[in-house]
Each structure stands twice: as C-alpha cells, then as structure tokens.
C-alpha cells in the first residue's frame, strides 16, 4: 500500500513539474521566477494539513492514550517541519528577485517563520523528554497549544505589519484570473499532498518499529 | 523582466535536495529497524516517537 | 474542600514561601536593574533613540524576567520531593494551575511595576499620564506569558535541558502577545487613546482566554506520573 502511494507521489510530482514549467505560461509581471509559486504554496498547504494532523493526533492520544494517536502526531510534526522549511526557503528565493531581499517581515513570511519555530520546539521536546508516556503527554499539550495559537499569530502578525509598513510593494501572489496557472497549482498541491501522505505512512511505521 | 532562471532552479533544487534527502533517510531507518531489530540507534539523539 | 480553596492554598503557600525566604524577588529586582544598565549600553547614549524603542525594550525586561521567573515555578516541588504531592491531590488538578498562576501573575506584576518605575526613572520617559491604560495592557500581557508560562514550567521540570528547552517551547507561543502588547504600549506612550488600540486589547483578551481554558483543560495531563 505504502508503495502504492509512492508511485503514485513520484508521478504526481513528475506532472506537477510538467504543469509548472511546460504547461503552464509565462506569467507577465513577475516572469519565469512565479514558477516558484507551484513549489511554495503546495508546501504551506502540506505543512498546514500535518499540523492540523498533530493537533487531532494530539487530542486524540490525550482522549485514548493509544500510542498510535502519538505515532501519528510526531510524524505528522516532522514532516510538517520540513514542508514548512521548505515554504520559507522557496518564498526568500521568491522574494530576492521579486522584492530585492532575501527576507522581509511581510505577514506571511513571518506567521511561517513563527509556525516552524514553534513546531521545532515540539520536535525538541519530544527529543528532550526520556519517558515515553510523558512525551506523548507533554508533546500534545504542546501540539494542541501550538495549532490553536495559529490563527492568534496570523492576526497579530497582519495587525502588526498594517501598523509598520503600508504595503507599497506588490507581493508575489498567485494570479487567479489565469486558469492554466490555478490546473498547474492543482496537479502540484496533489502531487505534494500524495507525497505528504507516503512520507507519513513510512515515518509512522518506523515509530511502530521502534516501539517494539 | 530578465529570465531569473536560476532562482527558479535555486528553489526546486534545493526543494528535491531537502525531499530527497528525507526519503532516503527515512529509507535507512526503516532498513536498520528491519534489518536487526531494537538494535537500530542512530548517531545522535533521535527523534524517537514513542517506544 | 472547594476547588477555589485548593487553588487559594497553593497561591498562599507559594505568597508565602517566596515572603519568607524573598530570595527570588529580590534576585529579580537585581536582574531588572542590571537589565536597565544593559539596555542603556546595548542602545548607546541617544536619547530619543533609547525613548522610540521603549516599548519593546519595557516588553523584553518583562519577557527576560519572566523567563526566569516563570521557568522556576515548579522548581521548589520537584527540588523538595513535592511532586508527587501535586500529583496525589485529590480532585481537580486545575485548581493546581490557578492557584500558581496567580502567584506567578503576582510576581510578574511585581517585576513589572519595578521596571515601569526604573525605566521612566532612569530613562526619563513619562510613563504616569498613560498609566492606567498601560496597567490594563500590562495586565492582558502577563496574564498572557504566565498562563503559558506556569503550563509549560511544569512540562520542563521533567525534561533534560529544561533551562534551553522552557524559552524555546514559551518564546514562539507568544510572539502574538509580544507583538499586541509593544504595539499597544507604543500607542499609549504617543499619548493615543485607549480606543485607538482596542483591537489589540481584544487580540490580547481573546488570547488569554485560549492559553488559559487550555492550561485549565491539559494541567491534569502534565501532572501525571
């Protein structure tokens, strides 16, 4: 089954690059570089699907203390992680041509940045804590806190950004208008959720394999 | 515009560099859990789950 | 006994505790008037530049002493073998988190009103005409930072690297109150009205209630075994 899922993740990826590149046309004002954009929104996307997963994960365990449940929450942390690193490294790349630097404190970069901080440390903790059963305990707290400040982070960060900069810059967003552009984002954020879910399938057996 | 090729390939690049690298890593953990099992530790503290 | 008395007699026990011995407040009255001496140093003789950066600066001694403050909450149980006294109190564990998180919200109270006095001493900022306004952000943001605070503590106490991983886990979590409260103490200190800053306050009040309702539901999970 696992298997499965990972042809199918590899093919969707080789589409969704296809889409991207081949199919997809040159976008007039920011050029080739709003290509990025069929790599980094599909990975916020995958990144906010595995946090809403460590959050059921987390109420589930605390619910049952079926240590599936926490099987499922640290491996979906994990690679949320990586997906969300992935966002931010791939929005800074977008940035550098498209606004001049590297990083800016716009609200979306910064909830991201924000968001990973936070999910690094529930990763720390679960390294950190020697006993199973409180890990699995305190890593849901954590996970349950962290998800719901999410949207908490997102007004406050909004807030913040309308006090300090009125946006005179045009931030790269996608263009809705252009349907080719929305099938090439479709096919990628599939292709990216096929791969989420192959990677969480094998992270979670590895963490029943190591349980025994 | 000029063609900003290169931070496209930048970001894909390292995009598959960061994929890749997990799945491998993934790929060595499950083979040294299957391999000899509860004898797999890795070089620094692991991100166990529960065990 | 009453859930209320129980949260009472840990908040009395630790009031009391910390009147006896007084060594953590005064190790943090110390701290706030070293932290003024650094800021002054770290921002350089300017005057208005050490002025315009107030508010963050005020938010951060908070933040620091808080840490430290904050990180120590379970410290007197797990050094004296009370934790499993925690553990083994009968009823509702939550009464637990109140009863220590008011007397953290007292301490933090306390520390923030000695750098409030210090920094528009020292700094020579007025900080009297706004006061009241600026007593009720100061309390939305302490209230903010403690209940996290006094929840997570009681997790660290348990972990190895527990002095690195407390900042860690606390510090992302209240970037939101960070942001609100620095926002709306600078508001204040311009000398605008309260209302110009009631979205923050909401922000803020609306928070509290999530990491409070939260610390209340998930406290029984961390004092367990």
Redesign the interface.
């Known amino acids: 089954m696992t298997r499965v899922l990972g042809w199918l993740a590899a093919l969707g990826l080789l589409a969704g690059v296809a889409a991207g590149f081949g199919y997809a046309p040159r976008e007039a004002i920011q050029g080739n570089v709003q290509r990025i954009m069929y790599l980094h929104v599909p990975s916020v996307l995958t990144a906010y699907l595995a946090f809403g997963l460590v959050l059921l994960g987390s109420i589930a365990y605390l619910a049952t203390r079926r240590p599936g449940w926490d099987r499922l929450a640290a491996s979906a942390a994990e690679i949320g992680v990586l997906f969300t690193a992935i966002t931010i490294v791939s929005g800074s790349i977008w940035g550098k041509p498209t606004w001049g630097t590297w990083w800016t404190w716009d609200a979306r970069l910064t909830s991201t940045a924000i968001l990973l901080l936070v999910y690094v440390g529930y990763l720390m903790l679960r390294g950190l804590v020697d006993d199973a059963e409180a890990r699995g305990r305190y890593a849901a707290v954590v996970g349950i806190l962290g998800a719901v400040n999410i949207p908490i982070v997102h007004f406050s960060v909004k807030w913040w950004r309308a006090l300090h900069q009125p946006s005179t810059i045009l931030g790269p967003g996608p263009s809705p208008i252009d349907p080719a552009i929305g099938l090439a984002l479709l096919v990628n954020w599939i292709a990216f959720t096929l791969l989420f879910a192959y990677f969480l399938a094998r992270r979670i057996e590895i963490a029943r394999l190591e349980e025994t | 515009?000029?063609?900003?090729?290169s931070?496209?390939l930048?970001?894909?690049g390292?995009?598959a560099v960061?994929?890749f690298g997990?799945?491998r890593h993934?790929?060595r953990?499950?083979r040294a859990?299957?391999a000899r099992?509860?004898a797999?530790v890795s070089h620094r503290?692991?991100?166990?789950?529960?065990? | 006994m009453t859930y209320v008395r129980r949260a009472w007699i840990v908040f009395q026990k630790d009031l009391l505790i910390e009147r006896r011995s007084k060594e953590q407040t005064n190790a943090l009255l110390f701290f706030c008037l070293v932290l003024l001496f650094l800021f002054q140093f770290a921002l350089g003789p300017d005057r208005d530049r050490l002025a315009a950066a107030l508010p963050g600066l005020l938010w951060l001694g908070f933040i620091l002493a808080g840490l430290l403050a904050l990180g120590r909450s379970f410290l007197a149980e797990r050094e004296n073998d009370c934790w499993e006294g925690l553990r083994l109190t009968p009823g509702d564990k939550s009464a637990i988190y109140l009863g220590k998180l008011a007397g953290n919200c007292v301490l933090m109270a306390a520390v923030e009103l000695v750098l409030v006095v210090l920094f528009g001493v020292f700094y020579n900022v007025d900080l009297w005409t706004p006061a009241a306004p600026l007593a009720l952000v100061l309390a939305l943001g302490t209230l903010g930072l403690a209940s996290v605070g006094t929840l997570f503590a009681a997790m660290t106490t348990q972990a190895r690297a527990r002095e690195l991983l407390f900042p860690v886990l606390l510090l992302p979590v209240q970037v939101p109150v960070l942001l609100a409260t620095v926002s709306a103490t600078q508001a204040l200190l311009l000398g605008q009205p309260l209302a110009d800053v009631a979205h923050w306050l909401k922000l803020l009040a609306g928070a509290d209630c999530v990491y409070v309702t939260i610390g209340i539901l998930t406290f029984e999970f961390v004092l367990e075994a």
């Open positions: 515009m000029p063609a900003n090729w931070y496209v930048a970001a894909y390292l995009a960061a994929l997990y799945w993934l790929a953990r499950a859990l299957t099992p509860g797999a503290t692991p991100n166990r789950t529960t065990s």
